[in-house]
């Protein structure tokens, strides 16, 4: 059964930094898509950055190109996600998701995890 759990969100100021992380079970990392989505109330989840495939196809939301890094530990079956230069508007809960090989939208994703907040707030 295909399981993950997020964990590193937290408060931190504008301009600073936070590194999320994915613990994932029940399946082997490189053979499906993963990724993570963010979401503000009363707006729909979005999508931040997703490794897409055996190969490593990654994409990442124009908002946080150049800010945000994901990265994949196939062994330690983690997935992380580097977030520098926080702004207010990075302010969401924080999802880590898994999804078939080739997912390339939000809907394609079909197990999460229970979510991290992340606040950036002076």
């Known amino acids: 059964q295909l399981h993950v759990v997020e964990s590193g969100g937290g408060l931190v100021q504008p301009g600073g930094s936070l590194l999320l992380s994915c613990a994932a079970s029940g399946f082997p990392l490189d053979s499906y898509a993963i990724g993570w989505f963010r979401q503000v109330p009363d707006k729909e989840r979005e999508g931040v950055s997703w490794?897409?495939?055996?190969?490593?196809?990654?994409f990442y939301a124009d908002s946080v190109k150049g800010r945000f890094t994901i990265s994949r530990d196939n062994a330690k079956k983690m997935v992380y996600l580097q977030m520098n230069s926080l702004k207010p508007e990075d302010t969401a809960v924080y999802y880590c998701a898994v999804g078939p090989v080739g997912a390339s939208m939000v809907v394609d994703f079909e197990t999460w995890g229970q979510g991290t907040q992340v606040t950036v707030s002076p």
């Open positions: 490794i897409s495939g055996t190969r490593g196809e990654i």
